[in-house]
């Protein structure tokens, strides 16, 4: 693996300018907007408590982060009902 460098350290003069037709033609990289985005937090979580989640959560071959937002949401749920 290379050594890490700053960015300002990099040589990109050899890298040609993008023309118009290749910015026309660029899309956004990333998660794609569908309206429902959540929203970023920070929590504090036990390291135990989250590598019993993770473990879950790759049991279930789905994210961890997806599973805590379910456990939380069906909790939630169980509460106002």
């Known amino acids: 693996m290379p050594a890490s460098r700053p960015d300002r350290q990099i040589d990109f003069s050899d890298i040609p300018e993008s023309t118009d037709a290749e910015l026309k033609r660029a899309r956004r990289v ?8 959540k929203q970023l937090i920070a929590i504090r979580i036990a390291p135990r408590l989250l590598a019993q989640l993770r ?25 106002v009902a």
Request: proline content about 6%; overall charge positive.
């Open 30 to 37: 990333g998660r794609p907007r569908t309206g429902h985005a």
């Open 55 to 79: 473990r879950l959560a790759a049991k279930q071959d789905k994210p961890y982060q997806t599973l805590i937002h379910e456990l939380l949401e069906r909790a939630a749920k169980k509460n």
